[in-house]
T-cell receptor
Framework: EPEVTQTPSHQVTQMGQEVILRCVPI?????FYWYRQILGQKVEFLVS????????KSEIFDDQFSVERPDGSNFTLKIRSTKLEDSAMYFC????????????FGNGTRLTVT | GENVEQHPSTLSVQEGDSAVIKCTYS??????FPWYKQELGKRPQLIID?????GEKKDQRIAVTLNKTAKHFSLHITETQPEDSAVYFC????????????FGTGTRLQVTL
């Protein structure tokens, strides 16, 4: 069964540094998402991406965040200047279509900001 | 926006018993309701979903019911096994071309021997 893959599995960075989290969505999927989960809390929506542009974003997704699909297969999340509160598990997901199509999640990147 | 509430936050059952987790949602436009199981340190995995044109769906020991009028949906696990122990999240997905999946707060299910 095709899977969403994410790298790295764990990223440690210092406050103020930039990080890029990488994802390879399932190949025939059209919609891509980033979610985050602070330890012990619920999964929170960050951003959705379709047709090479952001479709929707949450209030969490401020100017420090950006997404990109640089080469037709990868989907990246960049955090420009990390803060301590950005420490969380970041999940990439993709779906064939939106609305009533299941989201398939990657294994996540655990980001630790020190 | 959509708001999904989930109860209980923790649930402990004995092996073989049934477990029920309930969710309510606020946006009447939501029309897709998946349930995810998340084991410790792992990704959420879809276990069952239901669409708004259906009132109930079953897959082996797992069933989901949806009451659109009351805006609530429930997950039922029968004959629970220790491997069912995990955190379960309900979610709601409003209609639209770029809708976001809104998750509930999760239920930690513990199945004891």
């Amino acid at each position: 069964e095709p899977e969403v893959t994410q790298t790295p599995s764990h990223q440690v960075t210092q406050m103020g540094q930039e990080v890029i989290l990488r994802c390879v969505p399932i190949s025939n999927h059209l919609y891509f998402y980033w979610y985050r989960q602070i330890l012990g809390q619920k999964v929170e929506f960050l951003v959705s991406f379709y047709n090479n542009e952001i479709s929707e974003k949450s209030e969490i997704f401020d100017d420090q965040f950006s997404v990109e699909r640089p080469d037709g297969s990868n989907f990246t999340l960049k955090i420009r200047s990390t803060k301590l509160e950005d420490s969380a598990m970041y999940f990439c997901a993709s779906s064939a279509v939106t609305g009533t199509s299941p989201l398939h999640f990657g294994n996540g990147t655990r980001l630790t900001v020190t | 926006g959509e708001n999904v509430e989930q109860h209980p936050s923790t649930l402990s059952v004995q092996e073989g018993d049934s477990a029920v987790i309930k969710c309510t949602y606020s946006d009447s436009a939501s029309n897709y309701f998946p349930w995810y199981k998340q084991e410790l340190g792992k990704r959420p995995q879809l276990i069952i979903d239901i669409r708004s044109n259906v009132g109930e769906k079953k897959d082996q020991r797992i069933a989901v019911t949806l009451n659109k009028t009351a805006k609530h949906f429930s997950l039922h696990i029968t004959e629970t096994q220790p491997e069912d122990s995990a955190v379960y999240f309900c979610a709601a997905f409003p209609t639209g071309t770029a809708s976001k999946l809104t998750f509930g707060t999760g239920t930690r299910l513990q199945v004891t021997l």
